[in-house]
């Protein structure tokens, strides 16, 4: 079945870093890719939707000078948390929505970054 | 702006414990109820899409139902390994998902 690959699985680094998780579609081509965030206990809060060839368009709040989005093939997009601070400490999870025809169910999750600041 | 409410937030369940998860939304041009199992550390697992009210469908041990206001997730004699939180998303206009806070179930031997 169609797997989306995310990478690291786990980062531990101090304040100030920049830090870059990639998503990666295996065996599919994704115009478009979706980044949420996770917080513990609670749900999944969509950060930013990722497209292929131009900029992503970021939610309401969302700093995008803070999160940095690139999708430079279809098959892979990154994200870079830059001068990471205690508070962006949280697990980053990765969607990508399948370019070929009929494929309509939002399935395609990575298995998310946690992400720890010191 | 769409919404999206699960109840009860935390749910321990005896294994064999029949039980139901709830999931009220309000969303303007509903383009799918969405239900996804989520282990710790893991991303969301894709279980059932809803289109319309008095859908319903299966799998295992769950079956998930909608109405034009909320969904209902129905575990029947689960077992240990259903553990997990199970999250709800409606899709609307654009594309977009939007979550619900999720429920987190344990079921005890």
């Known amino acids: 079945g169609a797997v989306v690959s995310q990478h690291p699985s786990r980062v531990i680094c101090k304040s100030g870093t920049s830090v870059k998780i990639e998503c990666r579609s295996l065996?599919?081509?994704?115009?478009?890719m979706f980044w949420y965030r996770q917080f513990p206990k609670q749900s999944l809060m969509l950060m930013a939707t990722s497209n292929e060839g131009s900029k992503a368009t970021y939610e309401q709040g969302v700093e995008k000078d803070k999160f940095l989005i690139n999708h430079a093939s279809l098959t892979l997009s990154t994200l870079t948390v830059t001068s990471a601070h205690p508070e962006d400490s949280s697990f980053y999870i990765c969607?990508?929505?399948?370019?070929?025809?009929?494929?309509?169910?939002?399935?395609?999750f990575g298995d998310g970054t946690r992400l720890s600041i010191l | 702006e769409d919404q999206v409410t699960q109840s009860p937030e935390a749910l321990r369940l005896q294994e064999g414990e029949s039980s139901s998860l709830n999931c009220s939304y309000t969303?303007?041009?509903?383009?799918?109820l969405f239900w996804y199992r989520q282990d710790p550390g893991k991303g969301p697992e894709f279980l059932f899409t809803?289109?319309?009210a008095g859908e319903e469908k299966e799998k295992e041990r769950l079956k998930a139902t909608l109405t034009k206001k909320e969904s209902f997730l129905h575990i029947t004699a689960p077992k240990p390994e259903d553990s997990a939180t199970y999250l709800c998303a409606v899709r609307a206009a654009g594309n977009k998902l939007t979550f619900g806070g999720g429920t987190r179930v344990l079921v005890k031997p």
């Open positions: 065996d599919f081509q994704a115009t478009t």
């Open positions: 969303v303007s041009g509903l383009r799918g």
């Open positions: 809803l289109y319309s």
């Open positions: 969607r990508a929505n399948p370019d070929r025809v009929g494929s309509n169910q939002p399935q395609h």
